[in-house]
C-alpha cells in the first residue's frame, strides 16, 4: 500500500482523571499516526481508553479529566494554513470549534441518546451546515436531505421532519453518520459505529463507511472491541489494553502474525477462530484499577508468558517488521531490528 499524506499524529497522549480517590489514567502516554484515506481501528476491552482517545481529539474531555501537559495531537489536515500541524491538546476554544464538526467528525456510540430528542434530525444536520458554512437555510435544508438519501434512508424528504424517537436505532445511526459528514470532514471517528444494531443493518452501516471512504478520501478512525469488524474494514490496527497502545500493525498483518499476549488472546477469543465443539479461551484476571496502576507492564498479572522484568518497568516498543510494533518483554531480543524507544512517533 503507498503511504497518503499524515493527518494526524499523536504522540505521548495522557489523559488523566482527577478524582476523590486518586488520579486514574484513562490514557497513559500513546502514541499513533494517521494517513488520508486509511481506516484505523482501536480495538480493547471496554474501559482501555479508546473512548477518551477520540474524545481528546475532538477537544471533549471536560472536568474532572485533563489531558495532560506534553501530550501532543497534531492536526494536518489544513496545510495551507499551518505547515507543522495545529496542536489539539493545546489548541484555543475558537480553533477546537473551526475544526470539530467540520474538518474532523465523529460518529457517537449511543444514536438514540446522542441526537436532542426536541429538535428533528434536519434541524441538528442543518444546524451543523449552517455554523460552519455561509449558506443559506433552504440550501442547507437540501443538502440534508442529499446526505440521509447518501446514508439509504428511503424518503428522505419526510424522513427530515422526524424526530429521534420517531425512528429506528438503525434509522438513527444513520442520521448521525449524515450528520457527521455534512461538511466533508478529513477526518471521522466512528465510536462503535455498529453497537446494538442486528447484522443486516451493521453489514450495511460497514459497507457505507467503506464507500464513503472510497468515494471523499475521507480518514476514518473506527473505534471497536470487535475483530470481526476490525478484519471487515480497517487498513491499520492498535490494540489497547489499559489506557495503551500495545501492539500495532496492518490489518493483515496483525491477524496473520499477532505478537502480543493480549492480542494473541483476543484472537483466541473469537468464535470463528476456534474449533466447532471446543470452548472458548478466555484471558485469565481483570483489567487493572487506573487509580492503582502496577509498576511494571500492566498486563503482567494476566499474562501466562509474564517473566521477573515484566513487574519491574514498562516495556518499550520493538519493531516486528515495517510499520508492525509490539510493547513486550518478549520480543526485544528476538528481533534483529532495534528496539524504538517508546517516545519514537510510531506511523501504522
Same mark, same amino acid.
Given at each position: 500500500m503507498s503511504v497518503n499524506k499524515k493527518i494526524l499524529r499523536v504522540?505521548?497522549?495522557?489523559?488523566?482523571?482527577?478524582?476523590?480517590?486518586?488520579?486514574?489514567?484513562?490514557?497513559?502516554?500513546?502514541?499513533?499516526?494517521?494517513?488520508?484515506?486509511?481506516t484505523l481501528a482501536i480495538v480493547g476491552e471496554s474501559g482501555c481508553g479508546k473512548s477518551v482517545t477520540a474524545m481528546s481529539i475532538l477537544g471533549l474531555v471536560s472536568e474532572p479529566g485533563e489531558i495532560m501537559p506534553g501530550s501532543k495531537i497534531i492536526y494536518m489536515g489544513d496545510v495551507e494554513k499551518d505547515e507543522d500541524g495545529?496542536?489539539?491538546?493545546?489548541?484555543?476554544?475558537?480553533?477546537?470549534?473551526?475544526?470539530?464538526? #467540520?474538518e474532523i467528525s465523529m460518529i457517537?456510540? !449511543? /444514536?438514540? %441518546?446522542? +441526537?436532542?430528542?426536541v429538535f428533528t434530525v434536519g434541524d441538528q444536520i442543518i444546524e451543523n451546515i449552517t455554523i460552519h458554512e455561509t449558506v443559506s437555510k433552504e440550501a442547507a435544508r437540501q443538502?440534508?436531505?442529499d446526505l440521509l438519501s447518501s446514508v439509504g434512508i428511503s424518503?428522505?424528504?419526510?424522513?427530515?421532519?422526524?424526530?429521534?424517537?420517531?425512528?429506528?436505532g438503525g434509522m438513527c445511526q444513520r442520521v448521525m453518520?449524515?450528520?457527521?459528514?455534512?461538511? #466533508?470532514?478529513?477526518?471521522?471517528?466512528?465510536? !462503535? /459505529?455498529? %453497537?446494538? +444494531?442486528?447484522?443486516?443493518?451493521?453489514?450495511?452501516?460497514?459497507?457505507?463507511?467503506?464507500?464513503?471512504?472510497?468515494?471523499?478520501?475521507?480518514?476514518?478512525?473506527l473505534i471497536t472491541h470487535d475483530l470481526g469488524v476490525v478484519a471487515q474494514v480497517a487498513d491499520n490496527v492498535n490494540v489497547m489494553y489499559a489506557g495503551k497502545v500495545v501492539e500495532t500493525a496492518p490489518v493483515v498483518e496483525l491477524f496473520k502474525n499477532p505478537k502480543h499476549p493480549y492480542t494473541i488472546g483476543l484472537m483466541h477469543s473469537?468464535?470463528?477462530?476456534?474449533?466447532?465443539?471446543?470452548?472458548?479461551?478466555?484471558?485469565?484476571?481483570?483489567?487493572?484499577?487506573?487509580?492503582?496502576?502496577?509498576?511494571?507492564?500492566?498486563?503482567a498479572d494476566r499474562c501466562p508468558d509474564v517473566m521477573?522484568?515484566?513487574?519491574?518497568k514498562q516495556p518499550t516498543a520493538t519493531k516486528i517488521a515495517s510499520r508492525h510494533r509490539v510493547w513486550c518483554f518478549l520480543y526485544e531480543n528476538e528481533v534483529e531490528e532495534e528496539v524504538v524507544e517508546v517516545t519514537e512517533e510510531v506511523e501504522v
Open positions: 504522540e505521548d497522549l495522557r489523559v488523566y482523571f482527577h478524582t476523590k480517590n486518586g488520579e486514574s489514567k484513562a490514557v497513559d502516554g500513546n502514541h499513533f499516526t494517521m494517513y488520508e484515506n486509511e495545529l496542536n489539539l491538546a493545546t489548541a484555543t476554544d475558537e480553533q477546537i470549534r473551526h475544526i470539530r464538526g #467540520n457517537f456510540q !449511543e /444514536p438514540m %441518546t446522542s +441526537l436532542n430528542p443538502r440534508a436531505i424518503r428522505p424528504e419526510s424522513v427530515i421532519d422526524n424526530y429521534p424517537f420517531q425512528l429506528s453518520i449524515a450528520m457527521a459528514l455534512s461538511c #466533508n470532514p478529513k477526518l471521522l471517528i466512528a465510536d !462503535e /459505529p455498529t %453497537t446494538a +444494531l442486528d447484522v443486516t443493518i451493521q453489514a450495511q452501516i460497514l459497507t457505507l463507511m467503506n464507500q464513503l471512504k472510497e468515494k471523499t478520501g475521507t480518514s476514518i478512525m473469537m468464535p470463528s477462530l476456534v474449533s466447532e465443539g471446543k470452548r472458548l479461551a478466555t484471558i485469565e484476571g481483570t483489567v487493572p484499577n487506573p487509580l492503582y496502576l502496577p509498576k511494571g507492564c500492566y498486563f521477573p522484568i515484566c513487574r519491574q
